[in-house]
């Protein structure tokens, strides 16, 4: 799969573009397959920095990669409004990475050295019936799930990762549901296709299976059921909801919530995360007046581990991904510990469409180990500029300080004593600047 030039993206592109806009031209007739493709091109430059000395314990310090990539998205047409196929190519190149590079999962970690790689990181064929209020859309192959039960991929790097397997998306008026099976993984910073094991015992898992339903009866209004199984590992199950109320014609009060629950099954370890079952729950109440919007969210978790700190662990094994659609999963910190209770505030403000300012907060507490009180905090600012002299661009960016504490051996390291904890602290930010271009 690894390819040494970019002789494959040049061909890709020129080849699609050949079909796509030749399939006018010559005397035949495709039915829609080629004569309704579509060819996206992304330039994705990213850096990220995590200036934490949280690990130092064992020798990790400040961890930082820049990358760049291209990122080209073939989706065809359907061929008798029923059948059709997509494929993604994604190159990714190193710019910078200093010595703990991994953690930032933008470049490939060969062995401890940061290097670029490519990929084809999505081939699917695709089906579908039926019409704009009742539907029904199958995929099979290598595909994004974007929170789809409990999947999820990531988005936020140079590279986006994918499942195989096949998923479903079905509508029948107010009503979506979605199902899939997967049984293996590319992740967001590496070429390879990996199939699922267990944490401890390294035991392969065959697949994962899951399903969401939601009822939305108008825009901003949802409530979804999620559930789904790593198998014979991990069930999770789970309620998403999001809601707007009108005030008048220019401000809203919002609402999010969601609640998850964790269970381990036959060959769950109880090793990390929890020793048998988790729960979170999170809420958030919010207002928008015209171009201003604030909130105020809660979280709370409960995950017993019998040796060490729990924690939510809210993906399905080795080489997985899972949704968790909850601000407890902050920038800088992880609001998911045993008895954890978290704060949330925002605001932002939009100038114009073209450019968004925010700020955020956070505050956990009520976490013990060993009897010992553990609190953590964050704070920071972004913004988001998309000017629309230059269709397809942007340029975001987020720094802030976080504190939590210090780890040794994967759990708080607390001082001599006994009686305290050793503080970490840092600093964290990215800068992602994209420009996307459609070919047809």
């Known amino acids: 799969m690894k390819i040494k030039n970019i002789g494959l993206p040049l061909a890709l592109l020129s080849g699609c573009s050949f079909a796509a806009c030749g399939a006018v031209a010559l005397p035949f007739n495709s039915d829609g397959l080629l004569e ?15 200036g934490t000395d949280g690990l130092s314990q064992i020798g990790m310090g400040d961890q930082a990669a820049w990358a760049q990539a291209v990122l080209v998205d073939y ?33 490939r970690d060969n062995n401890g050295h940061a290097e670029g790689f490519n990929k084809f990181g999505q081939f699917y064929a695709k ?21 789809f039960g409990i999947l999820n991929v990531t988005r936020s790097r140079a590279a986006p990762s994918s499942w195989e397997g096949v998923s479903l998306v079905s509508g029948w008026d107010q009503f979506v549901f979605r199902a899939a099976v997967v049984n293996r993984f590319s992740e967001r910073d590496e070429p390879e296709m990996r199939h699922f094991y267990t944490l401890s015992s390294h035991k392969k898992i065959p697949y994962i299976a899951t399903s969401d339903i939601s009822w939305r009866p108008s825009k901003g209004n949802s409530l979804t059921y999620v559930v789904g199984e790593s198998k014979d590992y991990i069930m999770r199950h789970g309620v998403e909801a999001e809601g707007r109320l009108a005030v008048s014609t220019d401000s809203d009060l919002l609402f999010r919530g969601v609640y998850y629950y964790n269970k381990g099954l036959g060959e769950w370890e109880g090793t990390r995360g929890f020793s048998h079952s988790a729960q979170h729950i999170y809420g958030l109440v ?5 171009n201003v919007e604030s909130g105020l969210g809660w979280s709370k978790t409960k995950a017993d581990l019998d040796d060490g700190l729990g924690r939510f662990y809210w993906h399905l094994g080795r080489n997985t ?19 954890e209770q978290m704060l949330y505030l925002y605001s932002q403000y939009a100038f114009s469409e073209e450019f968004s300012v925010g700020t955020y907060g956070y505050y956990g507490w009520d976490v013990k180990y060993h009897g010992v009180s553990l609190k953590e905090w964050e704070y920071g600012g972004y913004f988001r500029w998309t000017p629309k ?4 661009f942007s340029f975001a960016a987020a720094f802030g300080p976080a504190y939590s504490w210090k780890l040794d051996k994967g759990n708080p390291w607390l001082t001599g004593d006994k009686n305290g904890y050793h503080r ?11 420009y996307r271009f459609g070919i047809l």
């Open 75 to 107: 989706d065809s047409g359907w061929w008798r409004d029923t059948l059709g196929f997509g494929v993604s190519w994604y190159d990714v190149e190193k710019l910078y990475a200093n010595n703990s590079f991994a953690p930032r999962d933008l470049v």
């Open 321 to 339: 991904r899972g949704a968790f659609n909850s601000k407890a999963d902050g920038p800088g910190n992880d609001y998911i510990n045993n008895g």
């Open 36 to 50: 309704d493709s579509k060819l996206d091109i992304r330039l994705k430059n990213v850096w990220m920095l995590n």
């Open 286 to 290: 919010g207002y928008r007046y015209k």
């Open 127 to 147: 089906a579908r019936w039926g019409n704009k209020q009742r539907y029904a859309h199958v995929n099979l192959g290598w595909k994004q799930l974007y929170k």
């Open 424 to 434: 970490s602290q840092g600093i964290g930010g990215g800068v992602t600047v994209e």
């Open 389 to 392: 002299q230059i269709k397809g």
